[in-house]
């Protein structure tokens, strides 16, 4: 497989973990899991009164195109029952595409690098675990580069492993 590309998941609504874990096995066939970071228990960003996330970033080796890779993840999260009722309010599981290779893309419904992921700890801090160097091509910066530029503000906890089952809040 040719193109890495890092995705933001996260969940609010349900078994979170499961949530997550279902969503990381349905990427497959279309792509390759290459690593998994920790889960992170995170407080909701911009619509605050909502439970927390548990929040993951994945690593993957895909053939898709990255418009191909979106309508696949699109597809995934209706099929696991997103329901779009509200812009960044609760849900089920949430799939973002934070970089694809190097690449840049700014298309109507498709942006990459994320535009935001740069101001997210609950993106860059599961990020820079298992991709420090990943690099954001218009930024110039790395993961790591990126979250230590981060004022506080955003609570983000490390969970002991990739499979614990925080509580539901």
Not at 1 to 19: C, V
Not at 55 to 60: F, G, M, P, S
Not at 116 to 141: D, G, N, S, T
Request: proline share 6%; hydrophobic share 40%; net charge positive.
């Amino acid at each position: 497989m040719g193109n890495t590309a890092y995705l933001s998941l996260g969940s609010n609504l349900g078994d979170r973990a499961a949530n997550l874990r279902s969503a990381i096995a349905q990427l497959a066939p279309a792509s390759r899991v290459t690593a998994i970071s920790s889960l992170y228990e995170t407080e909701p960003v911009e619509v605050v009164d909502q439970s927390w996330f548990l929040n993951c970033v994945v690593a993957i080796e895909t053939e898709l195109a990255p418009e191909d890779l979106l309508q696949s993840l699109l597809t995934l999260e209706r099929f696991m029952g997103r329901q779009r009722l509200s812009q960044k309010g609760p849900r089920k599981i949430d799939v973002d595409i934070l970089l694809y290779d190097d690449r840049v893309i700014d298309q109507p419904g498709l942006k990459v690098p994320h535009p935001a992921m740069h101001r997210r700890r609950f993106v860059l801090e599961p990020l820079a675990e298992i991709a420090p160097q990943a690099c954001h091509p218009l930024l110039h910066k790395t993961a790591r580069e990126m979250l230590a530029s981060l004022s506080g503000g955003q609570i983000v906890r490390k969970l002991n492993s990739k499979t614990d089952s925080a509580t539901k809040r």
